[in-house]
């Protein structure tokens, strides 16, 4: 069918009442039942006006399928960036906790090395025989090249 066929297709349907928007202003017939003569009466609601445009208004059509599946990639996307994002800021907490934990270790090993090192330093050489006596001046020697 081509597009000129559509056109005048829809310019019959858009009349059509199914294809009408609904309007909120027009009158309301409603019927009541007189409770003493048991008949019904016909009342017509005067006070809302009544549409009198016989301009047909077009309703808003609905959003396509090509649309709506790239609507929703998009938001996939941007669901998936974010996401992204909330990892990357993670990793990199985690990342910066490590190194203030390697900082904090480092610092306390340093600590027990310089406790091992004067342990050794006011050692008491007067007990030691010969032999301790060398193994203590070389490990004097090594503590004294770390520290300078």
Same mark, same amino acid.
């Given at each position: 069918?081509? #597009?000129?066929?559509? /056109?005048?297709h829809w310019?019959e349907?858009?009349r059509?009442?199914?294809?009408r928007?609904?309007?909120?202003?027009?009158g309301?017939?409603?019927?009541?039942k007189l409770?003493?003569?048991?008949?019904y #009466?016909s009342s017509?609601?005067?006070?809302?006006?009544? =549409?009198?445009n016989?301009?047909?208004?077009?309703?808003?059509?609905?959003?396509?399928?090509?649309?709506?599946?790239?609507k929703g990639k998009? $938001?996939e996307?941007? $669901?998936? /960036?974010?996401e992204?994002e909330e990892? *990357? /800021?993670?990793a990199?907490?985690?990342?910066s906790?490590?190194?203030?934990?390697? $900082?904090?270790?480092?610092?306390d %090993?340093?600590? *027990?090395?310089q406790e091992? =090192?004067?342990k050794?330093i006011?050692? =008491?050489?007067? /007990?030691?025989n010969e032999?301790?006596? $060398?193994?203590?001046a070389s490990? %004097?020697?090594?503590?004294? *090249?770390?520290?300078?």
């Amino acid at each position: 069918m081509n #597009s000129i066929g559509l /056109v005048t297709h829809w310019g019959e349907l858009r009349r059509h009442p199914k294809w009408r928007t609904p309007s909120t202003n027009s009158g309301s017939t409603k019927r009541t039942k007189l409770s003493g003569t048991r008949a019904y #009466s016909s009342s017509t609601n005067n006070d809302t006006p009544t =549409d009198t445009n016989d301009g047909v208004e077009s309703p808003v059509r609905p959003q396509g399928t090509k649309a709506a599946k790239r609507k929703g990639k998009r $938001k996939e996307k941007i $669901k998936a /960036v974010e996401e992204y994002e909330e990892i *990357k /800021v993670v990793a990199c907490r985690k990342l910066s906790l490590m190194d203030e934990f390697n $900082k904090n270790q480092q610092k306390d %090993l340093e600590l *027990k090395q310089q406790e091992l =090192d004067m342990k050794f330093i006011m050692a =008491d050489t007067n /007990v030691m025989n010969e032999t301790q006596r $060398k193994i203590h001046a070389s490990l %004097l020697e090594q503590i004294a *090249k770390r520290r300078s």
